[in-house]
């Protein structure tokens, strides 16, 4: 593919997510495969976003995640269900959106730059839980509910949404 990844991080978000939930189901038509979709939707909304970190963590184990695709620093490779924002977004099933890591107990620092994140649960068709996505920013309160509602309409990919 010669196309770039649009730069998406100055446009207001009510724009940047359609275009975003576009761009990345456009270019996965054709495809299922879970790796597949994980890797191109970390590359594409990191490099359109531009926040610290975007990336996977699957379930691996009843009650474990483990680093999946994702684009940025390095990432803790393991996470117990409960543990940290992305364990607990996991072990709830619900999107969590966290202002400030420094007021969330539990938070796992895998980067030290990092001062907010959101935290969205993917499932796949039949409702299973396959992991969470997991976006880090070093600006503090960078999400909000928008970027919960347009992560999370990204993610249906994973459930049959956009595939036509
Ligand atoms: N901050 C996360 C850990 C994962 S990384 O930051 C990549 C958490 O507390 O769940």
Redesign the pocket.
Known sequence: MTESIPDLSREPKHRAYPQLFAYIVGTLTGIDDDITGMATMSAMIHHSLRHL?T?F?RVVAPDLLR?GP?Q?SL??LE?AFG???????AAERRTIVVPD?SR?P??????AR?KS?V?VPVFDRAGALLGVL?I?SDRRAAFDQLDADGLERIVRWFAGEGRG
Do not use: N, Q
Request: one cysteine or more; aromatic letters at 14%; a negative charge.
């Open positions: 970190w990336g963590y680093v994702y940025g990432g803790c996470i543990r940290g924002v992305c364990g607990t977004a890591v969330f539990g938070h796992i620092t895998c980067d990092a994140e935290v997991d880090d």
